[in-house]
């Protein structure tokens, strides 16, 4: 029922390490796949651990294969919301409208309090968060919504989240100045800019014991 | 502090959410069975958070968080229900949002009063995004004996040569509290406060550098603010009053009826207006500081 002093969750993966309980990463950059590639490699859980996924662009299979690739067994422990594909078991949940954050909310808010029934510790994720942005009619509803039942979980249980935000999406607004003022708000940011067919440099803050640039292969 | 918390539910389990709430020695529970009733007693008392059940005969749960939003946006609303989210319509209230709590949870009444607290305690459903070190912020904030400073007027002349400097409609020195913003000047307007949530101050105070929106019109976080419409807003600038710790309390602030942009140099000039203002409320809590105890008094 409240924060604890438990264990980091592991990001074997990527060149982290490690992210402390209750940490909500801003990830952002301009190239979707780049972005999936380090969020499902950050989100993707353990064997003690459950993933919460909230996806706009994908359906609930598709988003537990990307967790399966990027950490073997992940997919089978995450449980998805999506506006996408049919529902396939428990562990996928479909909404008709991705604008419908009230919908979206509960419905995520519910996953997180289903898998601690199982266990306490959760990766959480919105992939992508841009496209609720782009689908909702005020901005502020999607802060109503990152404050109510995003950032409210990682405070409340043991577990680290990561809201992914395509920087090239058209969100009619000034996404720098939109982008810095929502990193306040998280506990790190990383921001991904691809270097190569298969690279990128990440650029991170607030992740102890992390450079402040890395190189990773996606 | 005693909290008063609006409780709806059906009249066969009203007792077991309301006392869940007593439990908690600062909070008080005042009940209601219907939506109507409800929505009554919002007309006639202030509350700080709702905790209402889905079903009700004469409607359901989302319009008595529709009603109280509407009047105080900010105030935080919990669905304590046994209906399953897949079973709640919310066509019609697509961004209300609102804390989902699961009745047929093993600890669900337990946990409400914790759920309650929390929302309350962390402003956890604003529409805005507060800095990572809110508390710090505030607590820096509250330093500041504002009602105790002789800075009325320093304020009112310093927006008054921001608005003619700048040749704009409005200028002001604006407080970012808890809440809502409190404006210590302005020239142009009265206004007293603004809900935190409906300001640009809040997302402005959040970059280091002085923000510009050239066109409300063209920004979505704000081109659906009715409070921004009805004020006559088009255009905003805002740099941030940082105290010496680094925590930003407030802004200085410039807007205009229609659009305008800003050079380099006059936001540089307006950051400039936002040091002073700092530098008068430091310099007069520093002369309220250094007096002795009776002369202060």
């Not at chain 1, 972005?35 to 950050?42: C, G, N, Q, Y």
């Not at chain 2, 310093?158 to 040749?167: E, N, Q, V």
């Amino acid at each position: 029922m409240s924060v604890s002093g438990s264990t980091a969750f592991d990001v074997e993966t990527l060149p982290i390490d490690r992210v402390d309980d209750g940490t909500s990463i801003l990830l952002t950059g301009d190239d979707t796949e780049a972005l999936k590639t380090v969020f499902s490699r950050i989100v993707a859980a353990d064997e003690d651990e459950r993933s919460i996924v909230l996806a706009t662009n994908a359906g609930g299979r598709a988003v537990r294969r990307t967790l399966r690739n990027a950490k073997s067994g992940a997919g089978d422990r995450a449980s998805v919301l999506t506006c996408e594909g049919p529902d396939h078991d428990d562990a996928v949940t479909t909404v008709d409208d991705i604008g419908d954050l009230t919908r979206l909310g509960m419905e995520f808010s519910s996953l997180v309090a289903a898998s601690q029934q199982s266990t306490a510790r959760f990766r959480a994720g919105i992939f992508l968060c841009s496209t609720i942005c782009s689908e909702v009619e005020d901005t502020r509803s999607v802060f109503r919504f990152l404050n109510t039942n995003f950032l409210t979980e990682l405070r409340r249980g043991e577990g680290i989240g990561v809201c992914a935000i395509d920087t090239s999406a058209d969100l009619e607004t000034d996404i720098n100045s939109m982008i810095s003022g929502m990193e306040t708000s998280f506990s790190a940011r990383i921001d991904i800019k691809v270097t190569g067919r298969t690279d990128a440099t990440l650029t991170v803050s607030g992740l102890s014991g992390v450079d402040e640039t890395v190189d990773v292969t996606l | 502090m005693e909290r008063t918390i609006l409780c709806v539910d059906s009249p066969e389990r009203i007792a077991t959410v309301s006392s869940a709430i007593e439990d908690h020695e600062d909070l008080t529970a005042i009940e209601a069975t219907s939506v109507d009733e409800a929505t009554q007693l919002l007309e006639d008392e202030p509350v700080v958070c709702v905790v209402t059940a889905y079903d009700f005969p004469d409607g359901t749960g989302l319009e008595i968080v529709e009603t109280i939003r509407s009047e105080t946006p900010q105030t935080p609303c919990v669905l304590f229900t046994d209906v399953s989210p897949g079973d709640i319509e919310t066509s019609s209230f697509e961004e209300l949002i609102v804390e989902y709590l699961n009745r047929d949870l093993p600890d669900a009444t337990d946990r409400l009063e914790f759920v309650v607290n929390d929302v309350i305690d962390h402003s956890a459903q604003v529409g805005f995004l507060a800095p990572e070190d809110e508390d710090e912020r505030l607590e820096t904030l509250a330093e500041y004996d504002i009602d105790e400073l002789p800075i009325d007027e320093s304020f009112d002349r310093l927006t008054d040569l921001i608005a003619d400097h700048f040749d704009v409609a409005v200028s002001f020195v604006g407080l970012i509290e808890k809440d809502e913003e409190n404006f210590l000047a302005c020239s142009g307007a009265d206004w007293d406060s603004l809900t935190r949530e409906d300001t640009m101050c809040t997302h402005s105070m959040l970059q280091e550098d002085v923000m510009v929106v050239e066109d409300i019109a063209d920004d979505k976080r704000f081109n659906k603010n009715e409070q921004l419409e009805n004020l006559g807003i088009v255009s905003y600038a805002g740099a941030n009053m940082t105290a010496p710790n680094g925590q930003v309390i407030g802004q200085v602030c410039v807007l205009d009826h229609e659009s305008r942009s800003y050079s380099p140099a006059e936001r540089e000039t307006l950051q400039q207006y936002a040091e002073t203002a700092m530098e008068i409320l430091e310099l007069r809590q520093s002369v309220l500081e250094a007096r002795p105890p009776e002369v202060a008094q």
